[in-house]
């Protein structure tokens, strides 16, 4: 008998570092219609699922909305809360190259280049 998981939209959680938050701020800052950061899911990549971030300019309602910072919103499509849920979105530097970190504990696997993930 397999388990069916659920959940109720007040127990999601998704966070970011103050790292990815002053991130963030930089590239609100460039796009005065910036309203927030959306992040979703697309099926996509090697291992099932690409994250999709991206400035939310237009809010369709659908979305979950986390109030990162006072000056920072951040908003989750409703497809994406079950597969993102609990994660930690950091901004990270290595050598010459800067990325966003999504530290996903609902990712059973993930791609080599980490653009990906399955869960």
Do not use: H
């Amino acid at each position: 008998m397999s388990e069916v998981s659920t959940f109720s939209l007040d127990d999601i959680s998704v966070s970011m570092t103050e790292k990815a938050i002053g991130y963030a701020r930089k590239q609100m800052a460039s796009d005065t219609t910036a309203k927030g950061i959306v992040l979703g899911v697309k099926k996509s990549g090697c291992s099932g699922f690409k994250y999709d971030l991206q400035l939310m300019r237009n809010v369709e309602g659908n979305e979950k909305t986390f109030q990162v910072a006072d000056d920072v919103t951040l908003f989750v499509t409703s497809e994406a809360l079950p597969y993102v849920n609990g994660t930690e979105i950091d901004y990270a530097t290595q050598g010459l190259n800067s990325t966003m970190v999504f530290n996903n504990p609902n990712a059973k696997d993930e791609c080599g280049c980490g653009e990906s993930f399955n869960v």
